[in-house]
């Protein structure tokens, strides 16, 4: 965000997982002076045009009605969190963002930030290296010639095999302009005490509907439980609260 506003960007466009979206908001509010927010939720969403900020997870990119609606605009930087998402090549969320017509070349600036740019094996980096710094693997940006490099290619009982790892310290180096590693007995000693962080949730249907139930509860109610008299319904309604919060609680 702070790069964002050091670069003066009139729209900006974040693409990331969906349990992190309401964050992503919160903290341009936090961090900056961006306030025509707006978070794409469904694929029946319409994006106003005076969006200052558009926040999308992979998983909506992919549907054309959306996809069509951001390349509508021009975007100054685009933003792709968690980008290991975009591991594979024939996955439709990395052809909707970093293939040809994918929505991040409606962008100025295309960074890409994750704490796992790596998950497996150096196969995964390919696509994102290919697509926004395709001059680190030069002259190996055609896959074939990637894969023979860095992936130990060779051809397998059951086809070409790309499974594998190989010149792995020639990859360490070429990636060395951008990315950190970090070994947990180098920094341990630096880390702060544990901290305490609120994860906002989306508000589901479900979410929406136990709290409802709750708004209903009468004022005798309420006092009744306040005062350890009662606790039945608003026990009932507590517990299909945090069922309904799981599904999001268990991706995060």
């Given at each position: 965000i702070?790069?964002?506003?050091?670069?003066?960007?009139?729209?900006?466009?974040?693409?990331?997982?969906?349990?992190?979206?309401i964050?992503?908001?919160?903290?341009?509010?936090?961090?900056?002076?961006?306030?025509n927010?707006?978070?794409?939720?469904?694929?029946?969403?319409?994006i106003?045009?005076n969006?200052?900020?558009?926040?999308?997870n992979?998983?909506?990119?992919?549907?054309?009605?959306?996809?069509?609606?951001?390349?509508?605009?021009?975007?100054?930087?685009g933003?792709?969190?968690e980008?290991h998402?975009?591991?594979?090549?024939?996955?439709?969320r990395?052809?909707?963002?970093?293939?040809?017509?994918?929505?991040i070349?409606?962008c100025d600036?295309?960074?890409?930030a994750?704490?796992?740019?790596?998950?497996?094996?150096?196969?995964?980096?390919?696509?994102?290296?290919?697509?926004?710094?395709?001059?680190?693997i030069a002259?190996?940006t055609d896959?074939?010639?990637?894969?023979y490099?860095?992936?130990?290619?060779?051809?397998?009982?059951?086809?070409?095999?790309?499974?594998?790892?190989?010149?792995?310290?020639e990859?360490?180096?070429?990636?060395?302009p951008?990315?950190?590693?970090?070994l947990?007995?180098?920094?341990?000693?630096?880390?702060?005490?544990k901290?305490i962080?609120?994860?906002y949730?989306?508000?589901?249907?479900?979410?929406?509907?136990?709290?409802d139930?709750?708004?209903?509860?009468?004022?005798?109610e309420?006092?009744?439980?306040?005062e350890?008299?009662?606790?039945?319904s608003?026990a009932?309604?507590?517990?299909?609260?945090?069922q309904a919060?799981?599904?999001?609680?268990?991706?995060i």
């Open positions: 702070s790069a964002a506003k050091a670069v003066n960007a009139k729209r900006i466009l974040v693409l990331c997982p969906a349990t992190i979206k964050n992503w908001m919160r903290e341009f509010v936090a961090w900056s002076d961006y306030r927010i707006f978070i794409v939720s469904t694929s029946k969403d319409i106003p045009e969006t200052q900020v558009v926040i999308c992979y998983d909506l990119v992919i549907k054309k009605s959306i996809k069509e609606q951001i390349l509508r605009f021009k975007y100054d930087v933003i792709m969190d980008c998402y975009l591991q594979s090549t024939e996955s439709q990395t052809k909707s963002v970093l293939a040809r017509g994918g929505v070349w409606a600036y295309k960074w890409g994750t704490g796992t740019p790596m998950p497996n094996r150096p196969k995964n980096l390919y696509p994102i290296l290919r697509s926004l710094a395709p001059y680190v002259p190996y896959y074939m010639d990637y894969a490099r860095f992936c130990a290619g060779h051809m397998g009982a059951f086809g070409f095999d790309d499974t594998g790892c190989s010149h792995a310290e990859l360490g180096e070429r990636l060395k951008f990315m950190l590693r970090r947990k007995e180098e920094v341990l000693a630096q880390l702060p005490e901290t962080q609120y994860i949730l989306e508000r589901t249907k479900e979410i929406q509907r136990v709290m139930l709750e708004a209903q509860l009468s004022e005798e309420i006092n009744s439980i306040l350890f008299r009662a606790l039945g608003f009932k309604i507590r517990n299909e609260l945090a919060k799981l599904p999001q609680c268990i991706k």
